[in-house]
């Protein structure tokens, strides 16, 4: 594989780079994060903020709820067993065929489809809550489109809360130890990062965006923000994930979590 670069791509060369990535790594994402994502339980990032007990979302009973970018869907499980009435998707059929297998492990089915976040298949005013654990926002390249469609099925007043990459760590590289509290890229460069393999192909894109962007496009879809939360990183939490671990963690934020709900 040639590597990571900063490109521009298109909405589309970067779904099919999406979709390509995540049915490769599907399995393996499983194998190295499953354990602590669980098969039924909702942790919204790698500080570990569980929804049990954050209640984000707050009340789910009898609510509808739908999840974006489901992968294993475990999430929706652990919202199920709660009483929500949950539906999800993602763009991968592979992530989507390890949720069928943790239904069947876990005895708790999920209804999910394979979609885009771009164009969502749900009629308007359908959903409660719409809830997204670094699924699909971080991964289109026009957010404010794929608001527009949550908004869209949403109910006046729904809530929306989803977590990503937090716009600071962008300018830092993919270095979770003390070497990685270093400044490498400017805040202000959207280009997004993108990996390509031998042929130069697009596999992976992921898009930055300043949190002035986040709250410029959540207003413009039609929503009112209500919160951000900046999980810290919690005593004794010792998880590498990625550029996500203790030294940095305790130090500056990796997760935003944001709250809002549509006017």
């Known amino acids: 594989m040639s590597g990571p670069v900063r490109v521009e791509l298109s909405e589309a060369e970067t779904s099919r780079a999406s979709r390509a990535y995540w049915n490769a790594e599907a399995d393996d994402y499983l194998s190295e994060h499953g354990e602590f994502l ?27 709820v739908l999840e974006v970018g489901c992968g294993g869907a475990q999430c929706s499980r652990w919202l199920a067993g709660q009483g929500a009435d949950v539906v999800a998707f993602d763009i991968s059929l592979e992530q989507l065929r390890i949720a069928r297998q943790l239904d069947a492990r876990t005895g708790t089915a999920v209804r999910s489809v394979a979609a885009d976040a771009v164009a969502l298949p749900y009629k308007s005013s359908t959903f409660d809550i719409v809830c997204s654990a670094f699924g699909a926002l971080p991964f289109v390249a026009d957010a404010t489109t794929a608001l527009r469609e949550i908004a869209r099925t949403l109910k006046p007043g729904g809530l929306l809360v989803f977590s990503v990459t937090h716009p600071i760590r962008w300018t830092m590289p993919d270095d979770p130890t003390r ?80 709250s809002a709900h549509k006017a």
């Open 38 to 64: 669980g098969d039924d339980r909702f942790i919204w990032c790698p500080e570990g903020v569980d929804e049990e007990s954050a209640q984000l979302l707050g009340p789910v009973r009898g609510k509808r």
């Open 179 to 258: 070497a990685g509290l270093r400044i490498t890229h400017s805040y202000f460069d959207r280009t997004p990062y993108v990996e390509v393999d031998d042929a130069g192909t697009p596999i992976y894109a992921e898009h930055h965006r300043t949190t002035g962007d986040w709250i410029r496009a959540l207003t413009t879809a039609g929503f009112v923000v209500d919160d951000l939360l900046e999980p810290e990183w919690p005593a004794g939490h010792d998880l590498i994930w990625g550029g996500w671990g203790p030294d940095r963690g305790r130090l500056v934020p990796g997760t935003a979590i944001w």
